[in-house]
C-alpha cells in the first residue's frame, strides 16, 4: 500500500459526459502528479501540483483540468470525453517538488467511455 | 528534449535465469533515473532509483548502475523468481517524469 488513495476505482461514462477523478496523497506529501496510462500511449505525464499550485504541465489536454486543493487532496476533471480518453488514469504524490524525489502511485482509475 | 527508450517486450525467462532491460535516455542537464514495476492491477512501485552518474541502485535483488558516458540505466537481476513476472519501467525526472514504454517479464517455473 503505497498510501496515495484514488477514487473511484472504475468508472464507465459515455462519450461527451464529464467525469472527475478523485487523489489523496500520502500524509505530509506535497506533490501530486497525474497520469494517463492507455495501451497506445503508455504512461503520460499530464500535470503536476505542488502545494496547491500547477508546476508542471505535460500532454494535458485543453478538455482536462485539474486542481489541488488546501487539505492537498487533487481532482482531475475530463470533459467533452471521447472514446480515446478510455484509459487508467493514475495519481501519484512526493513529499516535495524536486526532481530526485520518489513518486508513489495509486491505484489507479479506470475510466471507460462507450 | 527529455525522453526514454527501453527494450521492448515481452521477455519470458525460466526462474533463475538472468535479466537485463535495457534503457537509454536523452536529458539536458543531469537528470535523475528509476526503475518502476507495475504488478497487474496494481500501480507502479519505485524498485530502485540512482541520482547522479556512477550511482548504482539496488532493491530486491535488481540492480541499475546510472552510466552518464552512454547515457544508459539497464536494469539486471542475477536470478529471477516467477514472482518477478511484471512490467518494468525505465523513468527520467528533470523538470518533469517521463516514462518508457514499459516491459512486459514473464518468468516460467
Known amino acids: 500500500d503505497s498510501g496515495v488513495t484514488q477514487t473511484p476505482k472504475h468508472l464507465i461514462t459515455a462519450t461527451g459526459q464529464r467525469v472527475t477523478l478523485r487523489c489523496s496523497p500520502r500524509?505530509?506529501?506535497?506533490?501530486v502528479y497525474w497520469y494517463q496510462q492507455s495501451l497506445d500511449q503508455g504512461l503520460q505525464f499530464l500535470i503536476q501540483?505542488?502545494?496547491?499550485?500547477?508546476?508542471a504541465k505535460g500532454n494535458i489536454l485543453e478538455r482536462f483540468s485539474a486542481q489541488q486543493f488546501p487539505d492537498l487532496h487533487s481532482e482531475l476533471n475530463l470533459s467533452s470525453l471521447e472514446l480515446g480518453d478510455s484509459a487508467l488514469y493514475f495519481c501519484?504524490?512526493?513529499?516535495?517538488?524536486?526532481?530526485?524525489?520518489?513518486?508513489?502511485f495509486g491505484p489507479g482509475t479506470r475510466l471507460t467511455v462507450l | 528534449g527529455n525522453s526514454v527508450t527501453q527494450m521492448e517486450g515481452p521477455v519470458t525467462l525460466s526462474e533463475e535465469a538472468f535479466l537485463t532491460i535495457n534503457c537509454t535516455y536523452t536529458?539536458?542537464?543531469?537528470?535523475?533515473l528509476f526503475w518502476y514495476v507495475q504488478y497487474p492491477g496494481e500501480g507502479l512501485q519505485l524498485l530502485l532509483k540512482?541520482?547522479?552518474?556512477?550511482d548504482k541502485g539496488s532493491n530486491k535483488g535488481f540492480e541499475a548502475t546510472y552510466r552518464k558516458e552512454t547515457t544508459s540505466f539497464h536494469l539486471e537481476k542475477g536470478s529471477v523468481q516467477v514472482s518477478d513476472s511484471a512490467v518494468y519501467f525505465c523513468?527520467?525526472?528533470?523538470?518533469?517524469?517521463?516514462f518508457g514504454a514499459g516491459t512486459r517479464l514473464t518468468v516460467k517455473p
Open positions: 501519484a504524490s512526493s513529499a516535495t517538488s524536486g526532481g530526485t524525489d520518489t513518486q508513489y
Open positions: 500524509s505530509g506529501d506535497l506533490s
Open positions: 501540483y505542488y502545494n496547491g499550485e500547477e508546476r
Open positions: 536529458a539536458t542537464g543531469y537528470p535523475s
Open positions: 540512482a541520482t547522479k552518474a556512477d
Open positions: 523513468a527520467l525526472s528533470n523538470n518533469d517524469m517521463r
